[in-house]
């Protein structure tokens, strides 16, 4: 460790002001992206002629696909790096999003879905762990706080957006479902070159931060790495994590969870439109618990410490 006393909060700080940002909106986007279908669920049934059954069908499908390629995206980001695994990420997700416009049957549906969540698999663990490559254990859980405000404030945000998207049905000759997918896939292709060109992969050959502060980040980094190596044994076949019981427990839980999340989202839209309100009232209805939501993450303590 550097002998030069350095302000740990304002190197932490300066990262965080430099990596946070571009990592949140990816994660808002990809919250977007989620939602969006909900949405485009209450024009698009009655255009393709689709059931409830044959929606919950696709639906889910995202998630199979996501479960399936979630860890080896995770290998080959960390073989790859973080701004172009990440960058592809998003430029693969877009495309299947803009995709999902020209959808004219069940089946077209069916495959989509499953390769949207093939595509966007590994995004936010990949996150995680490239925030782990920038900040020390005892920052990591405030800098989390804020990065995980983005799930909130991307739901948040997805009501009134492909609310009033869908209300614009008729434009340019397209459906309001078609709209929604084409500007909410347009927006993490964006999201995908700006990462590629301007998310910093390591500490180590950044000039944002000078020396002295280069010299604490990276030492401290490779000070916790050796005691980690240290007092847990490593098994050097990384494909055995698949298969590492503390993952199948943590994916079984989170598998639970998302049951009881998306449940609820996928199908709110719906309900609330049996009040008898119109697609952007019922994309400001649909924001309010996440509103709720953020505020309570926002008082939580590592958001505000």
């Known amino acids: ?14 990262v965080a002001r430099r990596l946070l940002p571009l990592v949140t909106a990816c994660y808002l986007g990809a919250y977007i992206d989620r939602q969006n279908i909900a949405f485009a669920k209450l024009q698009m049934m009655i255009d393709l002629h689709v059931s409830e059954t044959v929606f919950a069908s696709g639906a889910s499908l995202f998630f199979i696909g996501y479960m399936i390629f979630e860890i080896p995206s995770n290998l080959l980001l960390h073989k790859f790096g973080a701004s172009r695994w990440i960058a592809r990420i998003g430029i693969s997700w877009g495309i299947i999003t803009i995709l999902l416009a020209f959808t004219s049957s069940p089946l077209m549906f069916y495959i989509l879905r499953f390769l949207l969540g093939a595509a966007e698999a590994g995004l936010y663990p990949g996150i995680i762990y490239y925030l782990s490559l920038w900040f020390p254990a005892q920052h990591r859980v405030r800098m989390m706080g804020y ?7 991307g739901n948040m945000l997805s009501g009134p957006i492909c609310g009033w998207l869908l209300s614009k049905h008729g434009f340019a000759s397209l459906a309001g479902w078609q709209i929604i997918f084409l500007v909410t896939g347009i927006f993490p292709i964006i999201l995908a070159i700006l990462v590629f060109f301007f998310l910093p ?7 944002f931060l000078n020396n002295i502060e280069k010299k604490w980040l990276i030492d401290t980094l490779a000070s916790e790495k050796e005691e980690v190596l240290q007092n847990d044994s490593q098994n050097t076949n990384v494909f055995s994590v698949i298969f590492d019981i503390r993952v199948i427990k943590l994916a079984i839980c989170f598998m639970l969870i998302s049951i009881a999340s998306y449940g609820l989202s996928y199908w709110l839209p719906s309900l609330v439109n049996e009040f008898g309100v119109g697609y952007t009232e019922n994309g400001f209805l649909n924001a309010i618990p996440y509103f709720l939501a953020t505020l309570a993450l926002i008082f939580l303590g590592p958001v505000r410490s």
């Open 201 to 207: 992969e390591r500490p180590e050959n950044q000039n």
């Open 1 to 14: 460790m550097s002998d030069i006393p350095v302000d740990e909060l304002a190197v932490i700080n300066k």
């Open 147 to 153: 990065f995980t405000l983005a799930s909130s404030v």
